[in-house]
Structure formats: structure tokens, C-alpha cells
């Protein structure tokens, strides 16, 4: 409610709440607008709520609140002296408890990681187990591999393990000696290719005296045989650009050759065509001199039917200036282009033709 | 139509002052028109409003007139206290529309601000014990006559139904949470400071009602009904009865007990005689 009304306005106040309350008078009004200033002020709600509460909790009457409050303060100090003693307990005991509780923390801790370690030690035994037995595996394969190869070697060499061991004998016996295998099976290759190697050899050392005589001829005779063999390239390449000259000329007769045989056979056709047709030309002249040509036939049933049995009675062909009517053989009206004379000139069926004759 | 030269307003605000001084209420707050927005139809709002501005304009500039418009409805309430047949509180309410309007004619162009009451005014009867109601968020003790999807129609024993609109009741509930009845109608300035004693009386009479003490029929307030009532136990005729009362009349007062002015009233009549 609004505190601030005049006294006038009080009184409307009052006059107004008696409409519905008779009753109402101005000391409840006041009392309402001191209520309302003493509930402005939170000190007040205080109080009058622990009054509430002291009897609601303690059965203390209002009128006894004030003894009761001094008991309640000597209570309190005596609480507050005990209060004191069990905090620094409380807080002596907080401190045990976090340093147990650290101590504890740093117990797990170091197992945890023990057991990460432990774990990864396992993890990393168990991986060398495999990696071990693999390597085993593969170490046994390698080994029956190796041995199948001696033996497919033995085999394709034709060899026994006693000739090996025979082949290591005499390895040692010839190097015992200050040659080596190599050496000799040089020498073998050497004296292969000769059946009689020794009678060659004492022939060569009679007529040479001595083997570099020897050799030297051999080589004076293999050097004069490689200058006749270039001579003998040189020739046949120098053979080989006539063959080469002499093709190109044969291919540009060929040309020339097929160029005249073509001219000859237009100039045959051009001759044909002058006797067959030189006759007629006064008649293409006359043709040409049309301003147009329609090239039509009679279509008679009849003569149709009689043109089967004899050529010349059949349909009349006849050619025009102008378009007809009426067929000038038997006068009837039935007339038709004739298709040949068209589908000679390769011209559409029916229109006007103009011949144009050449140069 | 009134037609202001210059723009006059730039928001809801500036137009509420405007409307506000044209209606010669200017103490009121502009938030008390929220409370009232919900009284008018929108769309019959802008058709009425396009059309009084166009007619405003035309009948001042004949020049073939081109405008814009921006324009605001402003809700100007009166509020009146009755207590013939039960307290009650009315609160009338004129649409005011103020537009400012840019003005194109053949030769010139102008700035100018429209503005005036249009529309039928709203009327809201809200009886005392309603209001009460509404405070101590009790609207359910009243039946329900009639409900749409914008007003209710309560049944309030004693006097006429009261039809207002949900949102109205909605916002005054929570005006109430918020503010005292007396602050509330303070937001309507003058006339809300001169009828806040009567309808605060009322509500502490109401809230009163049934824990003050009875007091006796002669010491109740002197009214001229219980008077003629009184007149009528005394074996007056009712015609009789209402003549006297009519003849104490200048000397009466609201104040007095019915005790003290059928006192009066006596007086009269025997001087009379």
C-alpha cells in the first residue's frame, strides 16, 4: 500500500474499505501502514522469526525470551569453548587424513606403473617368443632348401659327393705344384679343338722353330685374310648402290609406262565416242535449240498388251516443246513420262528439260 | 484528424508522449499501453488508421498528394471510480493514432505528423471484488459464463458478468506480482493518484471483510439507502422517507454514523413541520 496518502485521502481510504468491511477503522489502517514500514525493515523479520522459531523449538514464551536468551548465550560460550577444541581436532585430523590420503594416492600410483612396466615387459617377451619361432621356422626352411639345391646340383652336375671330394684332392695337389685348376682347364680348352694336338704342335715347332714363330705367322696369316675380307665389303657395297640406282629407274619407267597406256586407252574411248556419235549431232544441235524437251510415252492398255507380243506395236515414245494432251499416234489422252530418257540424263521425272551441249 | 508540421515522433515512445498531450493526460506512463494493446482489433486498427490518414491528407493537401506513412496506435486510458450498486473500477479507453507522414504533391513535398483519437472507445468494468480476486490470484472463485480464444466472461454475484480480455487479466496478474495496487495506479498519473484511495480502500475492505470486528448497524457508515430503510422501520412511507432524506441532505455527511444522520434527518423534519 501506498504510505504517502494524505489524510483527506485516508479518510476516502477508510470510507471506501467500510463499503465492504464496516469494521474497518483508522487504527487498523495505521497498523497496516506501520506493519508495512516495520516489514521495509529486514531486522524486524528477524526478530519476529526467531521469537517464531524459539517457541516453535524450545516452548520459550515471548515473555521469556530475554531470560531465555541469557542462558542460551551462557550455553553458547560454553559450545563455542568446546567447539574450539574439537575444530583444532577436526583440523588435526584433516591433516592426518590428507597425508594418508597423499601416502595413498602415491602408493597406487607407483602400482600402477609397476604393472604398466610389468605389462609392457610382457608384451614385449611375448614378441620376441614369436619373432624367435619364426626365425626358426624360417632358419629350418633355409636349411632344407639349401640341402635340396646340393642335391639338384649333384644331380644336374652328374656328380658323386666322392668326386667332390676327389675334385678337392686334386685342387690341392695341383696347387701343391704352384698351378691352379683354372690354369689347367685353360690349357684343356686350349688343346680341345686339336685331334692330335701334340704331332700339330711338334710340326709347328719343325717348320717355325719356335712357338712365337709360330704364333706371329698365324697372326701375319689372320691379319692379310681380314684385309681381303674388307676389301670384299667395300666391293659388295659399292654393288649394292647400283642395284639401288638401277630399282629407282625401273620404278620411274613403270610410271611413265602406266601414264601412256592411260592416255591411250582415254584416246581409244574419244575415237569410239567421234565415230558413234558424229552422226547425230545435228540432231542434239536441233535439241538444244529447244527452250525445253518433255520426253513422254502413251500409256494404251492396249498397245501396252500389243507391245508384249510385238515391240513395234506397243505404247508410242515421242519428245515435246511443249506439254501434250493427246498422244499423236492414237490420239488418246493417256500419256505418261517416259522414265528411260530421264533416268538417262539423271534429271526428275517430268520437269522441262533444257540440253546444254559442251564446248 | 490534427495535422502537426514536421515529423514529431521516431518511436513508440515519442508517439505515446505525443498522444498522451493531445488527450490531456500527459502524467501518464507509456507502459501502461501495454496493458491496454490487447483492447483493439489489429487489423481493424491499420484499415481505420491508413484510412484517416489518407483522408487527413487529402482534405489538406488538394495538389494530388503521393505519401508515406509510419504510424502508431496509441491506447489513452481514463479511469473512473463507481460505487452505485457495487465499487468498481472503469477504465475507458480512446485509440489515438499518430502518424508521421512524408507528403509528395505536384509543387512541393512536406514532412508532417498526423494525429487524433479514432474508433469507438473501449470500456472495462472491472467490480472491486474482481480486482481483489485478480490480486490474490484467485479468478477461479468465479464461474465462467463465456470463454474465447481473446475475453472470458466471469460471473460476479452482485453485479453485472464482466467480459475483458485474457491478455489484459494476464498482464495485470503479473502487474500485481510485481507492484503494489497504489504503485500500479500511479502509472496513470493524475487520475490514477485520485482514484488509488477509493480502490485501495475498497481492496482493504475486501481483504478485511470477514476478520474485523462487527460493529452495530447505528454505527455504520450513513448512506441514503440505509437511511430510507431506517425511515421505512420507523414507519415512514418509502416516498416519505426519501423526501426527508432529501431535505437533510445539505447537512449530511459521507463520514457520519447512520446513527447520527437519522438524527439529522429527524431534526429536519421536525423543523419542517
Same mark, same amino acid.
Given at each position: 500500500?501506498? #504510505?504517502?496518502?494524505?489524510?483527506?485521502?485516508?479518510?476516502?481510504?477508510?470510507?471506501?474499505?467500510?463499503?465492504? #468491511?464496516?469494521?474497518?477503522?483508522?487504527?487498523?489502517?495505521?497498523?497496516?501502514?506501520?506493519?508495512?514500514?516495520?516489514?521495509?525493515?529486514? =531486522?524486524?523479520?528477524?526478530?519476529?522469526? =526467531?521469537?517464531?522459531?524459539?517457541?516453535?523449538?524450545?516452548?520459550?514464551? #515471548?515473555?521469556?525470551?530475554?531470560?531465555?536468551?541469557?542462558?542460551?548465550?551462557?550455553?553458547?560460550?560454553?559450545?563455542?569453548?568446546?567447539?574450539?577444541?574439537?575444530?583444532?581436532?577436526?583440523?588435526?585430523?584433516?591433516?592426518?587424513?590428507?597425508?594418508?590420503?597423499?601416502?595413498?594416492?602415491?602408493?597406487?600410483?607407483?602400482?600402477?606403473?609397476?604393472?604398466?612396466?610389468?605389462?609392457?615387459?610382457?608384451?614385449?617377451?611375448?614378441?620376441?617368443?614369436?619373432?624367435?619361432?619364426?626365425?626358426?621356422?624360417?632358419?629350418?626352411?633355409?636349411?632344407?632348401?639349401?640341402?635340396?639345391?646340393?642335391?639338384? #646340383?649333384?644331380?644336374?652336375?652328374?656328380?658323386?659327393?666322392?668326386?667332390?671330394?676327389? *675334385?678337392?684332392?686334386?685342387?690341392?695337389?695341383?696347387?701343391?705344384?704352384?698351378?691352379?685348376?683354372?690354369?689347367?682347364?685353360?690349357?684343356?680348352?686350349?688343346?680341345?679343338?686339336?685331334?692330335?694336338?701334340?704331332?700339330?704342335?711338334?710340326?709347328?715347332?719343325?717348320?717355325?722353330?719356335?712357338?712365337?714363330?709360330?704364333?706371329?705367322?698365324?697372326?701375319?696369316?689372320?691379319?692379310?685374310?681380314?684385309?681381303?675380307?674388307?676389301?670384299?665389303?667395300?666391293?659388295?657395297?659399292?654393288?649394292?648402290?647400283?642395284?639401288?640406282?638401277?630399282?629407282?629407274?625401273?620404278?620411274?619407267?613403270?610410271?611413265?609406262?602406266?601414264?601412256?597406256?592411260?592416255?591411250?586407252?582415254?584416246?581409244?574411248?574419244?575415237?569410239?565416242?567421234?565415230?558413234?556419235?558424229?552422226?547425230?549431232? =545435228?540432231?542434239?544441235?536441233?535439241?538444244?535449240?529447244?527452250?525445253?524437251?518433255?520426253?513422254?510415252?502413251?500409256?494404251?492398255?492396249?498397245?501396252?498388251?500389243?507391245?508384249?507380243?510385238?515391240?513395234?506395236?506397243?505404247?508410242?515414245?515421242?519428245?515435246?516443246?511443249?506439254? *501434250?494432251?493427246?498422244?499423236?499416234?492414237?490420239?488418246?489422252?493417256?500419256?505418261?513420262?517416259?522414265?528411260?530418257?530421264?533416268?538417262?540424263?539423271?534429271?526428275?521425272? =517430268?520437269?522441262?528439260?533444257?540440253?546444254?551441249?559442251?564446248? | 484528424?490534427?495535422?502537426?508540421?514536421?515529423?514529431?515522433?521516431?518511436?513508440?515512445?515519442?508517439? %505515446?508522449?505525443?498522444?498522451?498531450?493531445? %488527450?490531456?493526460?500527459?502524467?501518464?506512463?507509456?507502459?501502461?499501453?501495454?496493458?491496454?494493446?490487447?483492447?483493439? &482489433?489489429?487489423?481493424?486498427?491499420?484499415?481505420?488508421?491508413?484510412?484517416?490518414?489518407?483522408?487527413?491528407?487529402?482534405?489538406?493537401?488538394?495538389?494530388?498528394?503521393?505519401?508515406?506513412?509510419?504510424?502508431?496506435?496509441?491506447?489513452?486510458?481514463?479511469?473512473?471510480?463507481?460505487?452505485?450498486?457495487?465499487?468498481?473500477?472503469?477504465?475507458?479507453?480512446?485509440?489515438?493514432?499518430?502518424?508521421?507522414? &512524408?507528403?509528395?504533391?505536384?509543387?512541393?513535398?512536406?514532412?508532417?505528423?498526423?494525429?487524433?483519437?479514432?474508433?469507438?472507445?473501449?470500456?472495462?468494468?472491472?467490480?472491486?471484488?474482481?480486482?481483489?480476486?485478480?490480486? @490474490?490470484? &484467485?479468478?477461479?472463485?468465479?464461474?465462467?459464463?463465456?470463454?474465447?480464444?481473446?475475453?472470458?466472461?466471469?460471473?460476479?454475484?452482485?453485479?453485472?458478468?464482466?467480459?475483458?480480455?485474457?491478455?489484459?487479466? @494476464?498482464?495485470?496478474?503479473?502487474?500485481?506480482?510485481?507492484?503494489?495496487?497504489?504503485?500500479?495506479?500511479? &502509472?496513470?498519473?493524475?487520475?490514477?493518484?485520485?482514484?488509488?484511495?477509493?480502490?485501495?480502500?475498497?481492496?482493504?475492505?475486501?481483504?478485511?471483510?470477514?476478520? %474485523?470486528?462487527?460493529?452495530?448497524?447505528?454505527?455504520?457508515?450513513?448512506?441514503?439507502?440505509?437511511?430510507?430503510? %431506517?425511515?421505512?422501520?420507523?414507519?415512514?412511507?418509502?416516498?416519505?422517507?426519501?423526501?426527508?432524506?432529501?431535505?437533510?441532505?445539505?447537512?449530511?455527511?459521507?463520514?457520519?454514523?447512520?446513527?447520527?444522520?437519522?438524527?439529522?434527518?429527524?431534526?429536519?423534519?421536525?423543523?419542517?413541520?
Amino acid at each position: 500500500m501506498n #504510505c504517502e496518502f494524505t489524510v483527506d485521502e485516508i479518510r476516502e481510504v477508510i470510507r471506501a474499505a467500510r463499503i465492504f #468491511c464496516p469494521g474497518f477503522s483508522e487504527t487498523q489502517y495505521q497498523n497496516l501502514m506501520t506493519l508495512e514500514k516495520r516489514l521495509a525493515d529486514s =531486522g524486524y523479520l528477524e526478530a519476529v522469526h =526467531g521469537l517464531v522459531l524459539l517457541e516453535k523449538e524450545k516452548g520459550i514464551l #515471548c515473555t521469556e525470551a530475554l531470560d531465555a536468551c541469557k542462558q542460551l548465550l551462557r550455553e553458547k560460550e560454553q559450545l563455542e569453548g568446546e567447539s574450539a577444541d574439537l575444530r583444532q581436532k577436526l583440523l588435526a585430523q584433516q591433516n592426518a587424513n590428507r597425508e594418508a590420503e597423499h601416502r595413498f594416492r602415491q602408493l597406487n600410483e607407483d602400482i600402477e606403473k609397476a604393472r604398466q612396466e610389468l605389462q609392457a615387459v610382457r608384451a614385449e617377451r611375448q614378441r620376441e617368443e614369436k619373432e624367435l619361432l619364426a626365425f626358426r621356422k624360417k632358419a629350418e626352411r633355409e636349411r632344407q632348401q639349401i640341402d635340396e639345391n646340393v642335391a639338384q #646340383c649333384r644331380e644336374k652336375a652328374k656328380v658323386t659327393e666322392e668326386q667332390i671330394i676327389n *675334385a678337392g684332392q686334386l685342387n690341392a695337389e695341383v696347387e701343391s705344384r704352384g698351378f691352379s685348376l683354372r690354369l689347367l682347364l685353360d690349357l684343356c680348352k686350349e688343346f680341345a679343338g686339336h685331334e692330335n694336338a701334340r704331332e700339330e704342335l711338334s710340326r709347328a715347332l719343325m717348320e717355325r722353330r719356335t712357338i712365337s714363330e709360330y704364333v706371329a705367322h698365324l697372326r701375319e696369316q689372320a691379319n692379310s685374310q681380314k684385309v681381303d675380307l674388307d676389301r670384299l665389303k667395300a666391293e659388295r657395297d659399292r654393288r649394292q648402290v647400283e642395284i639401288n640406282g638401277l630399282e629407282q629407274a625401273r620404278h620411274q619407267m613403270e610410271g611413265i609406262l602406266a601414264e601412256l597406256q592411260a592416255n591411250l586407252a582415254e584416246q581409244e574411248e574419244l575415237r569410239s565416242f567421234y565415230r558413234r556419235y558424229w552422226g547425230v549431232r =545435228g540432231l542434239m544441235q536441233c535439241l538444244a535449240s529447244w527452250n525445253q524437251i518433255f520426253f513422254l510415252r502413251c500409256n494404251n492398255p492396249l498397245s501396252a498388251l500389243a507391245g508384249v507380243f510385238d515391240r513395234s506395236a506397243a505404247g508410242a515414245h515421242f519428245w515435246m516443246d511443249k506439254p *501434250a494432251t493427246r498422244c499423236p499416234h492414237c490420239g488418246l489422252t493417256m500419256l505418261i513420262y517416259d522414265e528411260k530418257p530421264y533416268q538417262a540424263l539423271n534429271w526428275p521425272v =517430268g520437269d522441262p528439260l533444257r540440253l546444254q551441249l559442251g564446248e | 484528424m490534427k495535422i502537426l508540421q514536421g515529423k514529431r515522433a521516431a518511436n513508440f515512445q515519442q508517439a %505515446a508522449a505525443l498522444a498522451f498531450q493531445e %488527450a490531456g493526460v500527459a502524467d501518464i506512463s507509456a507502459g501502461v499501453t501495454d496493458l491496454l494493446v490487447s483492447l483493439a &482489433d489489429a487489423t481493424k486498427l491499420r484499415i481505420e488508421a491508413e484510412k484517416s490518414i489518407g483522408a487527413a491528407i487529402r482534405d489538406k493537401y488538394s495538389a494530388k498528394p503521393r505519401w508515406q506513412s509510419k504510424w502508431w496506435c496509441i491506447p489513452v486510458p481514463i479511469l473512473t471510480y463507481e460505487a452505485r450498486d457495487i465499487p468498481q473500477l472503469k477504465i475507458e479507453t480512446k485509440t489515438y493514432l499518430v502518424a508521421v507522414v &512524408d507528403v509528395e504533391t505536384t509543387d512541393e513535398s512536406y514532412s508532417v505528423t498526423v494525429i487524433g483519437a479514432m474508433g469507438k472507445p473501449e470500456t472495462l468494468v472491472i467490480p472491486m471484488v474482481f480486482l481483489h480476486a485478480i490480486l @490474490n490470484d &484467485d479468478l477461479g472463485r468465479f464461474g465462467i459464463l463465456a470463454k474465447s480464444g481473446s475475453h472470458t466472461t466471469w460471473e460476479v454475484l452482485g453485479a453485472k458478468a464482466v467480459q475483458l480480455p485474457n491478455d489484459f487479466v @494476464n498482464k495485470l496478474t503479473e502487474i500485481f506480482k510485481r507492484k503494489s495496487v497504489s504503485m500500479w495506479l500511479s &502509472d496513470f498519473g493524475r487520475q490514477g493518484g485520485s482514484v488509488a484511495p477509493l480502490v485501495v480502500g475498497s481492496l482493504l475492505g475486501l481483504q478485511f471483510q470477514g476478520t %474485523a470486528q462487527p460493529i452495530p448497524l447505528a454505527q455504520q457508515p450513513c448512506t441514503p439507502e440505509k437511511l430510507v430503510a %431506517a425511515l421505512e422501520a420507523m414507519a415512514y412511507a418509502t416516498q416519505e422517507a426519501w423526501e426527508m432524506v432529501r431535505r437533510a441532505s445539505p447537512d449530511l455527511r459521507a463520514e457520519h454514523t447512520l446513527e447520527e444522520g437519522l438524527r439529522m434527518v429527524l431534526q429536519h423534519a421536525a423543523k419542517g413541520e
